[in-house]
């Protein structure tokens, strides 16, 4: 494979909060290649979107910031790149849309000059070109009568429909990589089937690369080719959705496909019981420490596990998982 | 064009547009009405009034002192040197809604500017500019403009001056505090994310989301600007070469016991006017409030 398009290598974050200084992100590495899509899978508050901000170079200010590790985009570091770059990249070749379409909008405009302001920024577009590509993109994400509903505002549109102008507005500029944070949580299921195959139709037609954060088992397995499950701020395991699936090699990837449903029955004939992860996530204080952190919530914890934290272990299709006993799995 | 269905959805469209709807709630309001009526009254007034009304304010037209309806030629009365009251009162208007406006349009201003940078950058800004506003808060405000109106001479942009710098702090603490809440919002961060610049998000992106308790501070503004000019015309502290409403009580009010009505008339005009402005200012908090929609 030739050079991925986005490479992120033991990547640190660190929150100071009044307890101290956490990592919230802890030796997190992973890429991204040409039109692929990955997702982030775990639990809320595991990091999945400081990683999101951190490659966007959004961290809260004064409060996150990346201690170690290095993120490339196409080569470049964007970890020392300046704030005038980076404000480049964002929109332009990196873009990203949010959970909640509801309030993702500013409310004071409509959403033609919304998704034209972006253009008129990066591309340098006038306004009436601007415009008229705006009406555009509304059509290329299926918003019926777009010509119309350009002039409109975010209130006169349903959740599903803002959401559909977030995407078009995260596109306008042909980014490289386009990250979508839990984009369908905030809707119900029947739109997010339809934003999905929208994501879906968009990846095929125009290439971008997606990076997809969610919590949804079912939505992974419907869209990405790999996946990267977190656990309290460090990788869990990594590898291809189907392969993982089949076999997760890490006790936590394990009990989070068993709490999904139709997965289970498409996989097996017989009915299972719906299990749960016991336990809660351990608090901030307790990230960074040399030892497992899922060990409090695992059934196969030994020793080794509260002693050291466990290394990487490597499979041959492409699977890893940070476990110390990935290979009884 | 002639779909019922799609003129019915064309009328909804329209009805809720943010400006219909505000209006829809000021209209609820009837104090608030009534009061905008009798305020473009006023400003009509201050427009065309002196050209309509022809009479001089300066002229001594009549014996001093002519009570309201003794003579016809001049329904409000002389005042102490025989000046027609209605004509003073007239050409007052202007001056006293012209320096309300302006004097709102400063505070305004610099209070907008200096709680615009403290709530979007926070930090030592913040810490500076906030220190800075606390002072000007502590200053007491009809001495502070006095002492810049004596220092500077009495001109009007010297009063507009004077009363903006002392009565912007309010603005300031409003537009920060708005700043604080909508930098948090998604929609700042969604802009930020498609590459805006610090300029254009606070005075593009945030900014007008701010805009609603503003304007209704700054309504309020221009009610407490005028009667700030009234005070210092009182005090005699004013420009002697135009006529305001305060001027007038001012220089009339050592005949206060033997001629009330001098007094007592541009005081009713200052009184109607703020009135009617608080009022509006009401009203626009109404519409514009989203926490009274409700009722």
């Known amino acids: ?329 | 064009m002639s779909d019922p269905v799609t003129v019915l959805e064309e009328e909804i469209e329209k009805a809720r547009h943010p400006f219909t709807e505000a209006w829809e709630m000021f209209r609820r309001n009837h104090a608030a009405l009534v009061a905008l009526v009798v305020l473009t009254g006023v400003v009509i007034m201050a427009i065309i009034g002196p050209a309509l009304y022809g009479r001089d304010p300066y002229d001594m037209v009549w014996t001093p002192f002519t009570r309201p309806g003794e003579n016809w030629d001049f329904i409000l009365g002389t005042d102490y040197l025989g000046r027609d009251l209605l004509a003073m009162i007239i050409s007052g208007t202007r001056v006293s809604i012209i320096i309300g406006l302006a004097a709102a349009f400063v505070s305004v201003f610099i209070g907008v500017t200096v709680g615009a940078l403290v709530g979007f950058y926070r930090g030592w800004v913040e810490e500076v500019l906030m220190r800075f506003t606390e002072f000007f808060q502590v200053l007491p405000t009809l001495l502070f403009s006095m002492v810049i109106v004596a220092l500077f001479g009495a001109s009007l942009p010297m009063i507009v001056l004077a009363i903006g710098v002392v009565s912007w702090t309010a603005v300031a603490r409003i537009t920060r505090a708005e700043f604080l809440r909508i930098r948090e919002l998604e929609y700042v961060t969604a802009s930020r994310a498609s590459g805006a610049r610090n300029g254009k998000l606070m005075f593009r992106v945030i900014l007008p989301n701010a805009l609603p308790p503003i304007i209704v501070q700054s309504a309020l503004m221009v009610g407490s600007a005028i009667l700030f000019e009234a005070g210092l015309a009182f005090l005699g502290l004013t420009d002697p070469n135009v006529v305001s409403w305060g001027q007038i009580i001012g220089s009339n009010r050592t005949y206060f016991l033997d001629a009330s009505f001098t007094v007592t008339i541009p005081g009713v005009a200052i009184f109607v006017t703020v009135l009617c402005i608080s009022l509006v200012g009401d009203g626009l908090n109404d519409a514009l409030n989203p926490k009274l929609r409700a009722r």
Request: hydrophobic share 40%; proline share 5%; glycine share 8%.
């Open chain 1, 1 to 329: 494979m030739t050079e991925p398009l986005l490479k992120v290598e033991n990547l640190r974050i660190e929150l100071t909060t009044r307890a101290g200084v956490t990592p919230v992100i802890d030796n997190l590495s992973f890429e991204l290649g040409h039109g692929e899509n990955i997702s982030f899978v775990g639990e809320s508050g595991c990091g999945k979107s400081m990683t999101a901000l951190s490659i966007m170079g959004l961290l809260p200010e004064g409060v996150g910031r990346i201690a170690s590790g290095s993120i490339q985009f196409h080569g470049e570091e964007l970890t020392t790149a300046s704030t005038e770059r980076l404000r480049d990249i964002r929109g332009n070749e990196i873009s990203m849309i949010f959970q909640e379409p509801m309030t993702s909008l500013n409310p004071v405009y409509t959403v033609g000059e919304q998704i034209a302001e972006v253009l008129r920024a990066h591309q340098g577009l006038s306004k009436k070109a601007a415009w008229d590509m705006a009406a555009e993109l509304l059509d290329a994400v299926r918003i019926p009568n777009a010509k119309s509903r350009v002039g409109d505002y975010p209130f006169q549109m349903s959740g599903g429909q803002r959401q559909r102008v977030m995407i078009a507005m995260a596109l306008a500029c042909k980014p490289k990589i386009l990250i979508a944070d839990e984009p369908t949580t905030a809707l119900d299921v029947t739109v997010q089937a339809q934003i999905f195959d929208l994501l879906r139709d968009l990846r095929r037609n125009t290439g971008t690369s997606i990076i997809m954060i969610t919590h949804d088992m079912g939505a992974v397995a419907e869209m990405a080719e790999r996946m990267i499950v977190m656990y309290a701020g460090r990788n869990a395991e990594i590898g291809p959705v189907d392969q993982i699936i089949d076999r997760p090699r890490h006790p936590y990837t394990k009990g989070l496909i068993s709490c999904v449903p139709h997965i289970v029955a498409n996989l097996t004939e017989e009915r299972h019981d719906l299990t749960e992860v016991p336990g809660i996530v351990p608090s901030l204080q307790e990230f960074g420490k040399n030892r497992c952190l899922f060990a409090s919530r695992c059934n196969l914890r030994t020793d080794e596990c509260l002693r050291e934290r466990p290394p990487a272990r490597e499979f041959e299709n492409g699977q890893k998982a940070d476990c110390w006993h990935a290979e009884e799995l």
